[in-house]
Nanobody, 123 residues
């Protein structure tokens, strides 16, 4: 069974940067599309970014376009989320997830989920 573990969260000031990592124990990591989702206090979980198994196509929520970059290193079974120009509204628990369905913005299409990592952006 695939296991996903996020890391890299923390407390940063507005305008700062963080890089989140998601390491997978699965043996067929390159066959999964990967996504990042986040859940802010008092809000529902929302889509952030997604990448196909090959890494050839990426997708972003409008709220993070131009600031966040998703990438993957299949040799290391790891997906990354580089977050620049962070804003207080980016504060949330960030989750990575894996899907068999290429890539998707719909969280219902994802089979495996990490435990989440907290990102807090102060003003």
């Amino acid at each position: 069974q695939a296991q996903l573990v996020e890391s890299g969260g923390g407390l940063v000031q507005a305008g700062g940067s963080l890089r989140l990592s998601c390491a997978s124990s699965g043996r067929t990591f390159s066959s999964y599309g990967m996504g990042w989702f986040r859940q802010a206090p008092g809000k529902e979980r929302e889509f952030v970014a997604a990448i196909r198994g090959s890494g050839g196509s990426t997708y972003y929520a409008d709220s993070v376009k131009g600031r966040f970059t998703i990438s993957r290193d299949n040799a290391k079974n790891t997906v990354y989320l580089q977050m620049n120009s962070l804003k207080p509204e980016d504060t949330a628990v960030y989750y990575c997830a894996a899907t068999y369905r290429g890539s998707s913005t719909n969280q219902d299409h994802y089979t495996f989920w990490g435990q989440g990592t907290q990102v807090t952006v102060s003003s």
